[in-house]
């Protein structure tokens, strides 16, 4: 079983850039798919990105394609989330979640019920 922590979030204006990072501790990090969902108040939590196990695809919403990158370094045991050119409606917390997968899986696990392990969030506000 796979513990996760985020950090990295924070308040800054619209334009800005930030990095998410979530770390995780317990388990075998390598044999975990990652993603990134994010959660604005009074709706309900969306994905955001998506990595398999080996880092070599990615997947993206369209509302953060172009703009968001995720990356895994499993040596570090952590997935990061780069994320450029804020909006305001970027605003939200922002969780990682894992799910084990084999090597071969390329699914694009989108659903917050894909995924096994989830780690407790960090807040992002873009101001206008």
């Known amino acids: 079983q796979v513990q996760l922590v985020e950090s990295g979030g924070g308040l800054l204006p619209a334009g800005g850039s930030l990095r998410l990072s979530c770390a995780a501790s317990?388990?075998?990090?390598?044999?975990?798919?990652l993603g990134w969902f994010r959660q604005a108040p009074g709706k309900e939590r969306e994905f955001v990105a998506r990595?398999?196990?080996?880092?070599?695809?990615?997947y993206y919403a369209d509302s953060v394609k172009g703009r968001f990158t995720i990356s895994r370094d499993n040596d570090k045991r952590t997935v990061y989330l780069q994320m450029n050119s804020l909006k305001p409606e970027d605003t939200a917390a922002y969780y990682c979640?894992?799910?084990?997968?084999?090597?071969?899986?390329?699914?694009?696990?989108?659903?917050?019920?894909?995924?096994?392990?989830w780690g407790q969030g960090t807040q992002v506000t873009v101001s206008s």
């Open positions: 979640a894992a799910r084990p997968t084999i090597l071969s899986d390329i699914t694009n696990y989108i659903r917050s019920d894909d995924y096994y392990f």
């Open positions: 317990g388990g075998t990090f390598s044999r975990y798919a």
């Open positions: 990595i398999t196990r080996s880092g070599g695809d990615t």
